[in-house]
């Protein structure tokens, strides 16, 4: 069955500081993972989509087949980045999709 | 303005009560989805629905019951069967291949 893992869930960093959220997952199939961003009081919303290769406010995702993994990064915090992150992948069933969510991690970034 | 709508915002249910929450979509998406989120637990599936007239039990379905009579709309029954229905319910759609939209979700209190 298909698993969606992040190991912290509260990160602080500093203002300025790199960011890492890791994401672990596991799947049989060929994954299509996302990174989705809750900032407080607001709905949840995507960030980034693995098979965009997209940055989305400075933010980048690889995916490491390897290690099983779509960590999260920004190379300098800003405060507006506190927000919770929560990583999905979505699985397929004949025509069907779902998404499977990690249990997120909250980033903090102080000054 | 297209979009995803939950409704109410705040629910509050005394013990032994069904309770509907609505969820309507304009986006003409195909999918739609159930999720609870609890805190440090992410967001776990509840129901989906591929097509009108079609759905499947997600994770944790126990208590729950939907419909979807049309495209627009995915409302949910949290039956008096639910025994820990205080919780956050988050709505979403997608369109295929693309994608999810979250709405801003439902708090539902037992009280």
């Known amino acids: 069955a298909q698993r969606v893992t992040q190991p912290e869930k509260l990160l602080s960093v500093f203002k300025g500081a790199p960011v890492e959220l890791k994401c672990n997952y596991s799947?049989?199939?060929?994954?299509?993972l996302f990174w989705y961003v809750q900032y407080s009081r607001q709905r949840l919303q995507l960030l980034l989509r693995h098979i965009s290769r997209e940055s989305i406010k400075g933010f980048t995702a690889d995916l490491n087949k390897g290690e099983t993994s779509f960590h999260l990064k920004k190379p300098f915090a800003q405060e507006e980045d506190s927000a919770m992150y929560y990583c999905a992948l979505c699985d397929y069933t004949g025509t069907a999709s779902k998404l499977t969510f990690g249990t997120g991690t909250r980033l903090q970034v102080t000054l | 303005d297209g979009g995803i709508t939950q409704s109410p915002k705040y629910l509050f249910r005394k013990e032994g009560q069904n309770v509907t929450l609505s969820c309507e979509q304009n986006?003409?998406?195909?999918?739609m989805y159930w999720y609870r989120q609890d805190p440090g637990q992410g967001l776990r599936l509840i129901y989906y629905?591929?097509?009108?007239?079609?759905?499947q039990k997600g994770d944790i379905a126990e208590g729950y019951s939907v419909s979807r009579e049309k495209k627009e709309s995915f409302p949910l029954t949290v039956t008096s069967a639910q025994k820990n229905p205080t919780a956050f319910y988050l709505c979403a759609s997608r369109y295929r291949g693309g994608g999810y939209t979250f709405g801003s979700g439902t708090r539902l209190t037992v009280v």
């Open positions: 629905s591929q097509i009108v007239n079609d759905f």
């Open positions: 986006l003409n998406h195909d999918a």
């Open positions: 799947y049989s199939g060929s994954p299509e």
